[in-house]
């Protein structure tokens, strides 16, 4: 069966503060794909990220970066510099080639970055 | 611009009086589902369609209708809202399927029951 684990409800942090959100994974397809979105306080949700489980080369993009591992199914994630426009819920999903109908959704983490 | 609208934003309802949460895209997705956002479970997926005349349901899909007569729109129909259905709700589409296309979301319309 197919399962996010978000487990970090709430994070603070102090901005300039680096911060690692985390992502657990379950599935028995070998092939998937893994996203995250970010939902600020307006509400929208926005997509961030989506990684192929056959490639698990990190990726960084400006402040933001990702950490797939296999071997621990896992997709963390990392804001270096945190600011406080970071301040959101983050979302982590998981979406299988043989239920390419579903995706399925982590809690979320909220993200509070103090000034 | 490309984007998926969903109206109205805000809604205050009774019990019993049904309702539909309108939603459209512009992008010529064929996929498109409906989630709703309650606090400490994250997003639950409602409904979901591949395509025109195509729908499925989801995770609780219990107390909603959906419909896609056209590729562009997929209401959400609450034939008798009841106040465990007030929650935040969106709307979402991608070109295909949620597998390997980033979902396009909606900006969420508040329900609340009374």
């Known amino acids: 069966a197919q399962k996010v684990t978000q487990a970090q409800t709430e994070i603070s942090v102090v901005e300039k503060e680096d911060v690692t959100l985390d992502c657990v994974y379950e599935t028995r397809d070998t092939t998937y794909y893994l996203f995250w979105y970010k939902q600020p306080p307006s509400g929208e949700l926005v997509f961030l990220i989506r990684r192929n489980s056959f490639d698990e080369q990190n990726e960084i993009s400006g402040r933001y970066s990702w950490n797939f591992q296999k071997s621990t199914s896992s997709f963390n994630f990392t804001i270096t510099a945190s600011q406080v426009v970071d301040s959101a819920v983050y979302f982590c999903a998981l979406s299988e080639a043989e239920r390419d109908d579903k995706i399925i959704f982590g809690k979320g983490t909220r993200l509070h970055i103090l000034p | ?114």
């Open chain 2, 1 to 114: 611009e490309a984007q998926v609208t969903q109206n109205p934003r805000y809604l205050i309802t009774v019990t019993g009086k049904k309702l539909t949460v309108t939603c459209s895209q512009n992008m010529n997705h064929e996929y498109m589902s409906w989630y709703r956002q309650d606090p400490g479970l994250g997003l639950r997926q409602i409904y979901y369609s591949m395509n025109v005349e195509v729908t499925d349901k989801g995770d609780v899909p219990e107390g909603y209708k959906v419909s896609r007569k056209e590729k562009r729109n997929f209401p959400l129909i609450l034939e008798s809202p009841s106040p465990n259905q007030t929650s935040l709700y969106f709307c979402a589409s991608s070109f295909y399927s949620s597998y390997n296309s980033p979902l396009h979301f909606g900006n969420g319309t508040r329900l609340t029951v009374t």
